[in-house]
């Protein structure tokens, strides 16, 4: 479900100055995608195990992101 997902905007890497989209999935990192729509970094579980997910679910979280990202742009 879509309610198990968080988009937070924040700041890139301290020496550098552009905004990223974490995303998180029930409390635990997910990904990380740039302001620039060209990096999408997907980080393993906690517990090492594979992210089993709704394919639907996370094409529709990116999409949620992308927007936060033009949205805190402009």
Known sequence: MIKDWKV????????KDYLVAEISYKGED???????GDVLKIYSKRDKQ???????????VI?????ALKGRKE
Not at 30 to 36: D, G, S, V
Not at 63 to 67: D, F, G, Q
């Open 50 to 60: 594979p992210w089993k997910l709704n394919p639907e679910e996370v094409i529709q």
């Open 30 to 36: 997910w990904a990380e995608l740039t302001e620039f």
């Open 8 to 15: 937070i905007i924040s700041t890139g890497p301290f020496d």
């Open 63 to 67: 999409k949620m992101a992308e927007e």
